[in-house]
């Protein structure tokens, strides 16, 4: 199987580069395929036109989470984030981009589930549907939300969850997702850390950098059939100070074809 390898637009967004520059270095590493933060349809114009001009796929954006928590409480404080992410969906219908990140809430005691929210995430997923966007949903640190929206939309086709292996290490790490979820897996997200050692472990770091069990992460993806590519989700900080950009890309297309052969 030809897996394709993809890793995050804003991974050298410290270096102050154009976008052009940046999928330029990732498309001479090796790269198939990237996905971005960006919403702003001006934005996700420049990138895809880009992407396309070097060969690379937009695979998919990621939503705004800034203020989540709000999607599940009364009132209208909810409405900025609402915005923020129809914006996402406009964006990546109009140049078909397949599928949009969205996380469901945030911290280690989010609110409760209650119709409120769920209303309002019948709403969004119905409007993705209609702009023919697939949703795939975040593993993040409440493992309970999560669920409850797999359950609710077991039969949506649109909709599905984005794995990323390093929240489930550091947040979940008892908790394997592909297992529950499997089927409904849409895309990754793939980093490093060193699992619970800490109030907030999710170091995203360079794979293998961490201690994440690779070869037991990609049997529980084979045993569920996912095909789809391998995203780094990553961004060059301090820590990889010794690289140059160039390199630090290199380095994450390698590990990922590393991953893909465990």
């Known amino acids: 199987m030809d897996r394709k390898f993809?890793?995050?637009?804003?991974?050298l967004r410290h270096s102050g580069l154009d976008d052009g520059e940046v999928l330029k270095k990732i498309k001479a590493a090796g790269f198939d395929?990237?996905?971005s933060d960006k919403y702003d349809?001006?934005?996700?114009?420049?990138?895809?036109?880009?992407?396309?001009?070097?060969?690379?796929?937009?695979?998919?954006?990621?939503?705004p989470f800034?203020?989540?928590?709000?999607?599940?409480?009364?009132?209208?404080?909810?409405?900025?984030?609402?915005k923020g992410v129809y914006q996402t969906i406009d964006s990546a219908s109009h140049f078909n981009i397949p599928i949009i990140i969205m996380h469901v809430d945030s911290g280690w005691n989010?609110?409760?589930?209650?119709?409120?929210?769920?209303?309002?995430?019948?709403?969004?997923?119905?409007?993705?549907?209609?702009?023919g966007v697939k949703v795939a949903f975040e593993n993040i640190r409440n493992f309970g939300t999560l669920a409850a929206m797999m359950q609710r939309y077991r039969s949506v086709e649109n909709v599905g969850y984005c794995y990323d292996c390093g929240h489930e290490h550091c947040y979940t790490e008892t908790v394997h997702f592909t297992d529950l979820f499997g089927s409904k897996i849409?895309?990754?997200?793939?980093?490093?850390?060193?699992?619970?050692?800490?109030?907030?472990?999710?170091?995203?770091?360079?794979?293998?950098d961490g201690n994440i069990d690779y070869a037991d992460m990609m049997g529980r993806l084979r045993c569920v059939g996912y095909e789809g590519s391998l995203m780094a989700e990553l961004v060059k900080n301090d820590r990889y100070a010794h690289m140059t950009d160039d390199e630090y890309i290199k380095t994450a297309y390698e590990r990922l074809v590393k991953i893909s052969k465990l």
């Open 6 to 11: 993809g890793i995050e637009l804003e991974c």
């Open 33 to 35: 395929t990237v996905f």
């Open 41 to 63: 349809i001006h934005e996700v114009e420049y990138i895809s036109n880009e992407a396309t001009k070097v060969g690379l796929e937009v695979e998919f954006l990621h939503a």
């Open 66 to 82: 800034r203020g989540v928590n709000d999607f599940w409480c009364a009132g209208l404080d909810y409405l900025p984030l609402k």
């Open 110 to 131: 989010p609110p409760k589930i209650c119709d409120i929210g769920l209303n309002r995430f019948d709403d969004m997923v119905e409007y993705a549907d209609k702009k």
């Open 186 to 208: 849409l895309c990754t997200h793939i980093h490093d850390n060193f699992g619970k050692d800490s109030n907030d472990p999710d170091y995203h770091l360079m794979m293998f």
